[in-house]
């Protein structure tokens, strides 16, 4: 039998201090990305149970919840912005320093959401306020989401790619569980004045997990991609004009695969809100406790998708996602529309299977698309982008078809929609899944 080679000394402790620092880059990343998203959610649970009512008052239901979705969707067309921002600082001055401003960003405008004055105490301004912090939320998060996928992913190795790039993608359904479990709570203890200040403390504990997210962060080093690049001088001058000029296909691909997995995504998880206490008239918390226990089943899925992507490849495992939740949809408003509380639940914690399929693989098949010089900025903002329909849009859509066809039905064929044009966008994205090199990344590319 052959023996393996002996390594040197030299050569084990590089490979030891190469899994030391991916384990903390996917710790950081994944840390952070459920303290940003947990801001994030927080704002669309508080928009479906409590702004309507505080900072609309004088509006009809209907109406009154439009214009609260109206402030939730400006942190959608917020998030380009973050990205054409960060994604140019991500990829001139790093991933680690990024990433620590957008964190920062975040956690403030969400804390300063706690001290907006409602209605009654200074009129449409409160609302003015929210807007803007909505908007500062957005920026935020649009640079986020990619640089807390390439810390993890470029210190992975290409068989372990995807999972590694799925753990900060589990940040999305555990922000989501702590957003809906911090408000059940909040709701909880605070009972009948939940509208008068118990909506307010999630805003306030935003400032705790900010500063958590920020000690672990600083301690990350910066990843071995961008680390090669500032070393052979090959850093991009104007990386966001460049990945334009160079991978637009690939980014106008990555925005319309968006509708697919992020219009479900946000009617199955805030719009649900507004649609089961207005239309059918069902129990608040019962709502949360549905989409609560989806996010916990997300904890799993999410990086099983990642897991399955390596081996699968990416695009099998998304597409496997997104030719489900296309006839999900109808069942899913079937199984609201009932009004059993064991079929709500079901239909809620079922409606994140097939998102967290294409969650799981999205976050290494997006970036492998484009080479590490312009890997933030193209995997910013072609997904951010491909965000202000689906996600700041649909809703908006959606509150409008359930108030006048009364059930969820025309909101499943506009699901429906989306789903056929994001799964045609998927299918022309090349797959890196079950390749050494990412796009760029191979021998004899710079």
């Excluded at 907006?116 to 989401?145: C, K, N, S």
């Excluded at 753990?167 to 809906?180: H, R, T």
């Excluded at 306030?204 to 301690?219: D, E, K, N």
Aim: net charge neutral; hydrophobic share 50%; charged share 15%.
């Amino acid at each position: 039998m052959e023996k393996e080679p002996v390594r040197s000394v030299s050569e084990q402790e590089l490979d030891a201090e190469t899994r030391s620092q991916l384990n903390r880059a996917v710790i950081a990343g994944t840390v952070g990305a459920v303290i940003e998203w947990y801001d994030f959610f927080l704002y669309s649970v508080v928009t479906g149970l409590v702004f309507a009512q505080l900072y609309f008052p004088q509006s009809d239901p209907l109406t009154g919840t439009m214009q609260a979705f109206a402030i939730y969707g400006v942190g959608f067309v917020a998030r380009p912005v973050g990205a054409f921002i960060f994604g140019h600082l991500g990829d001139r001055v790093g991933r680690k320093a990024t990433l620590i401003a957008t964190l920062t960003l975040m956690g403030v405008a969400t804390f300063a959401v706690a001290f907006v004055p409602t209605y009654d105490q200074i009129g449409i301004w409160g609302a003015g306020m929210l807007v803007v912090l909505r908007f500062v939320q957005g920026v935020g998060v649009g640079g986020e989401w990619s640089g807390g996928v390439l810390l993890a992913m470029e210190w992975s190795k290409s068989n372990n790619r995807g999972l590694m790039s799925a753990w900060p993608q589990f940040g999305s359904p555990a922000g989501l569980f702590l957003a809906n479990a911090v408000v059940w709570g909040c709701a909880l203890g605070s009972g009948s004045e939940f509208l008068e200040w118990g909506w307010r403390i999630p805003f306030f504990i935003s400032a705790l997990l900010i500063l958590v997210g920020l000690y672990i962060r600083i301690g990350v080093k910066e990843t071995p991609s961008f680390t090669k690049l500032v070393n052979e001088k090959k850093i991009e001058k104007a990386p966001v004009s460049a990945v334009i000029k160079t991978h637009w296909k690939p980014m106008v691909w990555i925005m319309l695969a968006r509708f697919v997995e992020l219009a479900p995504y946000y009617v199955f998880t805030s719009f649900v809100f507004s649609y089961g206490t207005t239309t059918l008239g069902l129990p608040r918390d019962l709502l949360l406790a549905g989409v609560m226990a989806g996010a916990a089943l997300s904890c799993f899925t999410i990086p099983f998708a990642g897991w399955l992507s390596d081996r699968w490849g990416r695009k099998p495992v998304f597409l496997m996602g997104a030719l489900t939740v296309i006839p999900y949809s109808f069942l899913y408003f079937y199984m609201l529309d009932t009004r059993e509380p064991a079929l709500v639940v079901l239909a809620i914690v079922l409606s994140l299977i097939p998102h967290d399929l294409m969650w799981g693989a999205f976050g290494a098949f997006v970036s492998e698309n484009f080479p590490a010089k312009l890997r933030y900025s193209g995997a910013s903002i072609s997904t951010q982008l491909g965000s202000v329909l689906p996600g700041g849009v649909v809703p908006i859509v959606a509150a409008y078809l359930a108030a006048k066809y009364g059930n969820g039905y025309a909101v499943a064929g506009l699901l429906a929609v989306c789903g056929v044009v994001g799964t045609w966008a998927a299918c022309q994205l090349k797959d890196y899944g079950r390749e050494e090199h990412m796009a760029g990344d191979g021998p004899g590319n710079t």
